[in-house]
């Protein structure tokens, strides 16, 4: 039950792009149309769900005050919370990397679809972003770090997929010339996260 | 001072604009922005962070193979941003300003300024040059910064760095408060920049 209430909360009341502006750039850039949309979506839902547990792993059981108890008594004083940064871009850098070599030698057709995608993601502020509220939320089993990451990555692809469909419908508005582009995706942004506040306060 | 030095530090102010022209950097410059003393802390750290990473990424340019670059730049980038949570983490003044960005600190480092200016300036110029770039970007990217949260801290919550500035009879409105309406404001934002240098505006 309390997975559900997790789940459902992280796509829709902490929606990463409504209510946190996570992974904005990629966000706005990526959504013309429907087709580049579902194919980034997709990927940072993938990568998400690798990396936010792994993450919480290293945190766990080495970063954060006192994880470094099983390797002996005396390292039960060790902090190293300090190099969560580091160690949380290089996993994601790293995964990024290595799923785009994998995917390039066994599924080219997977590959030319998403492939582009890929090494946008490593810089895309949701997969650090999600690691470092896994780290200030405290999850207790690694059961939640999955449940998280799955809702977040839902909720920005369900955000972008949105948007793009918006979008392309938008094109044959007649917007003010100063707005058009990027102004009036801002705008209609901001009525989206609107919509979006309706879930807030949800208690499951 | 010559004409090209000039033009790197003037054009990402106005004209090449980061987040309103180039729009990068969006992310973390919306959360920061429901009060005037995050968002200028916020802008100091990019600045900082920005001008040192393109140094120091300008300096390793001429050993850094091409196809781990990324993973190389964004090393020494998170290097910088550890730097800067660890001194805002230390000061006195700053310890709750740092709570209260949480994890906007850390996510500097996936800020596209930062990589966007390294990847296109820094990896083919000489370090001064760079440096310049970099602090330039952050000092365009502040000043948008402190502009959408000077509204919404004025309009949110009527006061300005803390102070009183509205009257108390002013009701404050909630809705500037709220993550949406620093998407509208910036959008406005956008508007009127275009409206005013029309060599921007978009076919």
Not at chain 2, 24 to 48: E, F, P, R, W
Not at chain 2, 168 to 173: E, G, K, L, R
Request: proline share 4%.
């Amino acid at each position: 039950m309390e997975y559900i209430s997790l789940f459902v909360k992280s796509i829709f009341v902490d929606n990463m792009i409504f209510a946190y502006f996570l992974g904005m750039c990629s966000y706005l850039a990526v959504s013309k149309n429907v087709k580049t949309a579902n194919g980034l979506g997709l990927a940072v839902i993938f990568v998400l769900f690798f990396t936010l547990p792994i993450n919480w792993v290293l945190n766990t059981y080495v970063l954060q005050p006192g994880a470094l108890k099983w390797l002996g008594p005396q390292f039960a004083e060790v902090d190293l919370s300090f190099l969560s940064f580091i160690v949380f871009i290089a996993v994601i850098a790293a995964f990024v990397q290595i799923v785009e070599m994998i995917v390039e030698k066994y599924l080219p057709s997977l590959y030319s679809s998403l492939g582009i995608f890929l090494p946008l993601i490593a810089v895309n502020c949701s997969i650090l972003g999600g690691s470092l509220f896994m780290q200030q939320r405290d999850f207790p089993t690694l059961g939640e770090p999955l449940v998280y990451a799955l809702g977040s990555g839902i909720g920005w692809y369900l955000a972008i997929v949105c948007l793009a469909a918006i979008r392309e419908k938008m094109s044959y508005s007649n917007v003010p010339a100063p707005l058009k582009g990027v102004g009036i995706t801002f705008i209609t942004v901001g009525l989206m996260g609107m919509a979006f506040m309706i879930f807030m306060g949800i208690q499951l | 001072m010559d004409k090209k030095l000039k033009e790197t530090i003037l054009n990402p102010i106005l004209k090449g604009n980061p987040i309103t022209v180039l729009i990068l950097g969006i992310c973390s410059s919306l959360a920061v922005t429901v009060q005037l003393k995050g968002a200028l802390v916020m802008a100091i750290s990019v600045t900082l962070v920005t001008g040192l990473s393109s140094l120091v990424c300008s300096l390793l340019r001429n050993s850094i193979p091409m196809r781990v670059r990324i993973i190389v730049q964004l090393v020494v980038v998170a290097m910088m941003v550890i730097l800067v949570d660890q001194v805002l983490k230390a000061g006195e003044g700053t310890y709750a300003i740092d709570k209260q960005l949480s994890v906007y600190i850390g996510l500097i480092i996936t800020n596209c300024i930062v990589m966007g200016r390294i990847e296109a300036f820094a990896l083919g110029n000489k370090p001064i040059p760079s440096l310049l770039d970099g602090l330039a970007n952050g000092v365009g990217y502040g000043l948008i910064l402190i502009i959408v949260a000077f509204f919404r801290e004025l309009l949110g919550s009527g006061t300005l760095f803390g102070l009183r500035v509205l009257p108390a009879a002013y009701v404050p409105n909630n809705l500037v408060i709220l993550p949406p309406f620093a998407l509208i404001l910036l959008g406005c934002i956008i508007w009127a920049h275009r409206a005013w240098d029309k060599d921007l505006q978009e076919k």
